[in-house]
């Protein structure tokens, strides 16, 4: 089972299907637990507003993917000076707000919620093309702007239930099954959405800073 970004999932929803989605990513499994299970618009907004008025602050994230770094680059003799995934101020804005997510006392629903508006966030000024295994070699127009957080959509119909890990556990009885496979072999899905489930865990393990996103 792969659902990925949660968008079949909710779609399913509309249409007034009782939906069961499964996937070995964290991320992808906190998209789908949204969608599936939707939450308190009004308390989520609150907290949207306080994250936009947050005080930055240089953590994890800022520590370890904002700004230039000078490196030697694949295929060529000389050194240079490349992007990272965010621009400072915005991983300091994510940092504050993922920080402030992780101190407050509420239902599972809404801090998914609030994770999840930071990461659709974080996924819109991010210095990539399409995954997360490289940056771009200049700062790109999105990266460029200043993180708003936005509230993710609140889907209406029958509550689903999102599961996380390997689809052959999933013991149960379907009318209809929807499986969505991988692109293809050999693709490292953990490398390709490691920022997003980051985000998720929020563990901020020490990093080798030689494996950084330039290429």
């Known amino acids: 089972g792969f659902s990925g970004s949660g968008i079949v999932s909710a779609y399913l929803r509309t249409k007034g299907y009782h939906v069961e989605a499964n996937d070995v990513s964290v991320s992808s499994a906190l998209f789908g637990r949204v969608f599936l299970n939707g939450f308190d618009q009004l308390e989520v907004d609150k907290h949207i507003e306080i994250m936009n008025n947050l005080t930055p602050t240089s953590g994890w994230l800022a520590e370890n993917y904002s700004g230039e770094r000078t490196r030697k680059v694949r295929g060529k003799q000389q050194q240079e000076v490349r992007p990272l995934a965010f621009q400072k101020k915005n991983a300091e ?4 707000a993922r920080d402030y997510v992780e101190t407050l006392l509420v239902s599972e629903t809404i801090k998914d919620a ?3 508006a930071i990461i659709l966030a974080a996924n819109r000024a991010m210095n990539i093309s399409n995954d997360q295994k490289s940056s771009l070699k200049k700062w790109s127009n999105n ?3 200043d993180i708003i957080f936005h ?3 609140n889907v209406a119909g029958i509550k689903g239930t999102q599961h996380n890990g390997d689809i052959f556990t999933v013991k149960n009885s379907y009318d209809l099954v929807y499986l969505d496979p991988p692109y293809c072999s050999g693709v490292l899905y953990p490398a390709c959405y490691h920022i997003n489930d980051s985000l998720v865990i929020w563990d901020k393990p020490e990093l080798n800073s030689n494996y950084a996103l330039p290429r």
Not at 93 to 96: F, I, M, P
């Open 143 to 145: 990266s460029l702007k």
């Open 93 to 96: 804005k994510l940092d504050a």
């Open 151 to 153: 509230s993710p959509s």
């Open 114 to 116: 609030l994770i999840f």
